[in-house]
């Protein structure tokens, strides 16, 4: 891949950070304004969930604390995005230490969310065994795309797309 190579893949990944971040801060928006605003139309919803569901219990009590942490984590996919579409180097290191995070988040919770898909069918025989296995290949599915975007990021010719010298580390 030659530079110009590099260059637009950093710009396609830095216009889908700029992407997924106001994605994540209209969600968190959204959500803290149902919440906030209209509790009696949103509260029940989120209530009517199981409490055996995974992690449903915690959401429930620190909903505007998990709302306010996906607008925090939305507006630095925002900033990581412009960064990298001005071809900042920072831009790239935030990126990668982000997705060195939610590999571990996900590794650590893959098992958690196939339970969670699993219990969402309850002993439905059949389909509870399909939910437990799209469950695992959303896990499977997450760390192969972070996995993927990590070396992308830490690519020689990727690096080589930021003004600045090169560090030799790693191969190619």
Not at 26 to 48: I, Y
Not at 100 to 123: E, K, N, P
Request: hydrophobic content about 55%.
């Amino acid at each position: 891949m030659d530079a110009g190579g590099a260059h637009r893949g950093v710009k396609a990944v830095g216009w889908s950070c700029l992407a997924f971040g106001a994605f994540l801060l209209g969600a968190a928006a959204l959500s803290l304004a149902l919440w906030l605003l209209v509790p009696e139309a949103f509260g029940p919803a989120v209530s009517a969930l199981p409490d055996d569901l995974a992690g449903m219990r915690w959401i429930r009590t620190h909903w505007t604390t998990y709302a306010l942490g996906q607008a925090v984590l939305g507006a630095a996919h925002l900033a990581i995005g412009i960064g990298l579409l001005r071809l900042r180097a920072w831009a790239r290191l935030a990126l990668e230490g982000i997705c060195w995070l939610a590999l571990a988040g996900t590794i650590a919770s893959v098992w958690g969310l196939r339970s969670a898909f699993s219990d969402a069918a309850g002993d439905s025989g059949a389909s509870g065994w399909i939910f437990g296995l799209v469950g695992a290949l959303v896990g499977v599915a997450q760390v192969a795309g972070l996995a993927l975007l990590i070396f992308f990021l830490r690519r020689k010719k990727t690096r080589a797309a930021f003004p600045g010298p090169v560090r030799e580390r790693g191969r190619g």
